[in-house]
């Protein structure tokens, strides 16, 4: 029964190891639930920053989230024209630090890239600006991502 405990230990511990061995981009590649996410990370050309070393911390909203935008939004942000507001909506969901769940705080403020503040909610569960955390701490080489079920908007763009 030892070993295979040992067993159980090493099998989480390859998994884990194998997570953290990608960066960003490659772990929202490999997961179907955010495959509009890495689109948009594309159309935005923000592959490249997202892979360099960081560290980041990406609020990833899911294909659902971005599903329940109103009619024609993802379609609209995601045209050339329109990768400058793509861009903002998109690096509003990413700080410029490895932040683990461990580190929120209730009330918690984080700049982002896209230079507006997330506020922290822990009150019924962790929020980001209303948006439920479904994932959290999801590790990266370079950063750490936490799975929202909504897309969230700058306030700049309300």
Avoid: R, W
């Avoid at 989230?65 to 024609?72: E, S, T």
């Avoid at 045209?79 to 769940?101: C, G, I, M, R, W």
């Avoid at 580190?103 to 948006?131: I, W, Y």
């Avoid at 990266?140 to 306030?155: M, Q, Y």
Wanted: proline share 4%; glycine share 8%; with cysteine.
């Amino acid at each position: 029964m030892k070993s295979l405990g040992v067993f159980f230990i090493a099998c989480m511990f390859a998994v884990q190891v194998q997570a953290q061995d990608k960066n960003i981009v490659e772990l929202a590649a490999g997961n179907e639930s955010l495959s509009t996410l890495v689109t948009a990370v594309k159309a935005a050309g923000l592959v490249d920053v997202l892979s360099s070393d960081g560290p980041f911390t990406v609020f990833a909203p899911t294909n659902e989230a971005f599903a329940a935008l109103p009619d024609g939004v993802l379609e609209s942000l995601l045209k050339p024209e329109n990768k400058d507001q793509l861009t903002a909506v998109l690096t509003y969901h990413v700080v410029a630090a490895k932040v683990a769940s461990g580190d929120l705080k209730e009330g918690m403020k984080a700049e982002t890239v896209q230079g507006e503040t997330v506020t922290v909610s822990l009150k019924g569960g962790a929020k980001v600006n209303g948006a439920n955390v479904a994932a959290a701490d999801v590790m990266a080489a370079n950063g750490v991502v936490h799975v929202i079920d909504a897309v969230i908007l700058p306030p700049s763009m309300n």
